[in-house]
T-cell receptor
């Protein structure tokens, strides 16, 4: 079946650093969605992308829909402790494996 | 209030028990979903309902039985589960069943099968 390959699997960073994670697929997607999951909760939608090449921001978050429509990345600038959690990409009802982010104050 | 409410939050059941998970959405969405989230694995889609009709069933064992009596409520009936079924079960809803504008998730039911 289709898979979304998300990397890195985990990141340990210092508060204030920028973060980048990405998702790739062997097939074309028409939408890319990024979610964040806090411990003990369900994922929450952060950003939705609908067009190849689209670059969208939501506060300190920026996401891009790759030109080939087979990849997407999510950047977080100036990380803070509440950014801790697991970030997932999603398309066509399929979720990536997640990137677990830890932020050291 | 997330708009999608799941009960119970935690459930411990024996392998011979029968239990049900409940999900309710207050968003007026037309589609509802069950996902399974196991440790170190991506979210696995189990079932999709659109306007109370099942549109997707991802080869889920028959010991999991979904029910969607109306567009606001979704149940997952459980019987004779196995320990490997222990996981976080997440319910979600979306405006349409393709989820093009994203899902709203509940907080999940943490299930432990003993």
């Amino acid at each position: 079946g289709q898979q979304l390959n998300q990397s890195p699997q985990s990141m340990f960073i210092q508060e204030g650093e920028d973060v980048s994670m990405n998702c790739t697929s062997s097939s074309i997607f028409n939408t890319w969605l990024w979610y964040k999951q806090d411990p003990g909760e369900g994922p929450v939608l952060l950003i939705a992308l609908y067009k190849a090449g689209e670059l969208t921001s939501n506060g300190r978050l920026t996401a891009q829909f790759g030109i080939t429509r087979k990849d997407s990345f999510l950047n977080i600038s100036a990380s803070i402790p509440s950014d801790v959690g697991i970030y997932f990409c999603e398309g066509k009802l399929i979720f990536g494996q997640g990137t677990e982010l830890s932020v050291k104050p | 209030e997330t708009g999608v409410t799941q009960t119970p939050r935690h459930l411990v059941m024996g392998m011979t028990n029968k239990k049900s998970l409940k999900c309710e959405q207050h968003l007026g969405h037309n589609a509802m979903y069950w996902y399974k989230q196991s440790a170190k694995k991506p979210l696995e889609l189990m079932f999709v309902y659109s306007l109370e009709e099942r549109v997707e069933n991802n080869s889920v064992p028959s010991r999991f039985s979904p029910e969607c009596p109306n567009s606001s409520h979704l149940f997952l009936h459980l019987h004779t589960l196995q320990p490997e079924d222990s996981a976080l079960y997440l319910c979600a809803s979306s405006q349409d069943w393709q989820g093009a504008i994203g899902y709203t998730f509940g907080s999940g039911t943490r299930l432990t099968v003993v």
